[in-house]
């Protein structure tokens, strides 16, 4: 503790600490804007294991690295008509948009945050056959996975 008689000394103190308290400042404010993690060496597959665990009644999935602002496209071949949840997650910052076609016809858009948290969408599949899921962003880099699970 400093007393009020120290005089220069004290002054020199409270320069040290204030610029200690500016330095950790800095340092906090860079790390909330860094990203946890690092897109082009990522492991995707372990990223994906903690951030989206496999569904049972699963018909499509996947999981990737969007590195810049192509779509990326995966389908699956006789999907029984009826209700899914397409629930998907991805990380980086920004957003992903997710559209599932059915048969040629577009017949849902979600999006996710890219924080790490796990969005819901409800799809209704009005015919059995085949089924598409486009991913995208422009926000690349990031990771994303998503999978879309029979079940209301």
Known sequence: MLSRSSGPQRLTALR???????GACLMVA?????????IEN???PAWKATAL????????????????REPLV?????????A????????GGGK??????????????????CNGSRERAKITVPAAGTVQVSTSSVDAPLL?????????
């Open 144 to 152: 994303y996975a998503y999978h879309l699970a029979a079940g209301s």
């Open 42 to 44: 990522a492991d995707v």
């Open 74 to 82: 995966k389908d699956a071949a006789d999907v029984p008509s009826g």
């Open 96 to 113: 992903a948009f997710f559209t599932v076609t059915s048969g040629g016809t577009k017949i849902a858009e979600a999006g996710a945050a």
């Open 16 to 22: 040290r600490i204030g610029t200690a308290v500016a």
């Open 53 to 68: 665990p496999t569904a049972s009644g699963t018909v499509l999935e996947d999981a990737g690295k969007i590195l810049n």
């Open 84 to 91: 899914y949840t397409l629930t998907m997650t991805c990380d």
């Open 30 to 38: 860079a790390s909330a804007c860094s990203s946890a993690v690092s």
